[in-house]
């Protein structure tokens, strides 16, 4: 089920109590017990139990019977949360669609004081251990559920975009939260999907930034065509969570990656 404005707005205030507290005894619980959120939340358990409810259909929370009863947030609700804070902050006042879906992360579109962009990090639970694995980022032994592990990534991309800003042109990062990252639109195609009139020219600036990033300490780590937007006059650079420093073991082989990803685009498309 999609994260929708209404469901977000027709949230009832016991309901993001409810989710705060599965959200903290998270921290403890892989499945959190009803009756520690009758607790924790300070409602009435006929309350917790009808809220829970609301948050099950919609798509927020999930109930299961093994290896004992008891809830946990899924992303719809942990996105929630997040977003829900984004508004209080002022940071947000509408969302809009859907406009990207990835293999880690949705891309909504909303407005603040002008158009906005909210990445919400996604890392899906099978790639969890293999991202637990190649980012020295996670916490090794300490308890982590997998929607949690999106925080980290979006922690790490919000790092690059703050340090980037000003050097390389990657969007503006305003605000994060959680596992979503609001940043400023960037209003333009992807690489894959425009054809450019001077693709020389393109290209130079490409490698030029990505130099600039690497003198930063900052290399891509998964730079494609879906990853630069060209606006009809520059480009951009975004998707940034996996970044790795020049110091990492694999470095070379990565940035040499990065590169020769996108020279065979260029040869592809416009040799
Ligand atoms: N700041 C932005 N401005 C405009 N569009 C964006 C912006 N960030 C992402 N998008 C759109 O969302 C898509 C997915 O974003 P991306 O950061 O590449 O995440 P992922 O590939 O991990 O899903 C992009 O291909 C692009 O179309
Ligand atoms: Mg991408």
């Known amino acids: 089920m999609d994260l929708s404005a209404d469901h977000i707005k027709s949230l009832h205030k016991y309901e993001l109590r409810v989710l705060l507290s599965i959200e903290y005894l998270m921290g403890r619980y892989s499945w959190v ?3 520690e959120l009758v607790r924790n939340s300070r409602l009435s358990a006929g309350e917790v139990h009808f809220r829970l409810s609301r948050l099950m259909k919609k798509g927020m929370v999930r109930y299961s019977n093994v290896p004992y009863p008891g809830y946990c947030l899924v992303f719809n609700g942990y996105d929630t949360l997040a977003i829900t804070h984004l508004v209080k902050k002022g ?12 293999k880690e992360s949705r891309v ?12 919400l990090h996604r890392i899906g639970q099978r790639s969890f251990q293999t991202v637990r694995r190649g980012r020295s980022y996670l916490p090794e032994n300490q308890h982590c559920p997998w929607v949690f592990a999106s925080h980290y990534s979006a922690e790490q991309e919000y790092l690059a975009l703050n340090a980037l800003q000003n050097h390389v042109k990657v969007p503006t990062p305003l605000f994060m939260n959680r596992n979503v990252i609001a940043m400023s639109y960037i209003p333009g195609d992807r690489l894959a999907d425009c054809t450019l009139d001077d693709p020389g020219k393109i290209f130079d600036e490409l490698i030029t930034q990505v130099r600039a990033a690497l003198q930063l300490g900052y290399i891509h ?9 060209y606006d009809g006059e520059g480009i951009w650079i975004i998707d940034w969570p996996q970044w790795i420093s020049p110091g990492h073991e694999n470095a070379d082989e990565i940035l040499d990656h990065d590169l020769e990803t996108i020279t065979k685009f260029f040869h592809r498309r416009y040799r």
């Open 33 to 35: 017990p009803e009756e």
């Open 91 to 102: 940071i947000i006042t509408a969302l809009g669609d859907c406009i990207g879906e990835g």
């Open 108 to 119: 909504y579109e909303a407005l603040g004081t002008g158009p906005v962009i909210l990445k």
């Open 221 to 229: 780590g998964d730079l494609s065509e879906y990853n630069v937007l």
